[in-house]
């Protein structure tokens, strides 16, 4: 009786070769995995360091503004102190206008 072999030669061959391909393909597939993951890296990087940036910009933009804010309100003090101080100064007895 006859039996036929349970590995073929071009059975093998064939196997050998899909799975070289396929271990090419998972090495270019984590190539370019790593590459897109190094891009992405350095894309965040940039990012956070524009966000530190702006950061800085609106602090500087908050003390400034701050500053701003304490000058109005002394010069509007010293306004106001100087109508306050001519309303008590008025002489009940001399007309308005």
Sequence with gaps: MYERPL????LTTQLA???????????QAMADLHALAFEH??????????VT?????LHDVTVILRQQADTDVATLKQQL???L?????????????
Excluded: K, Y
């Design 7 to 10: 590995i073929r030669p071009h």
């Design 17 to 27: 070769n899909l799975l070289g391909e396929a271990q090419r393909a998972h090495r």
């Design 41 to 50: 890296r350095c894309a965040i990087s940039d990012v956070q360091a524009e």
């Design 53 to 57: 940036e702006l950061h800085e910009i």
């Design 81 to 83: 102190q100087g109508v």
């Design 85 to 97: 101080l001519r309303l008590t100064r008025r002489d009940p007895a001399q007309p308005l206008n």
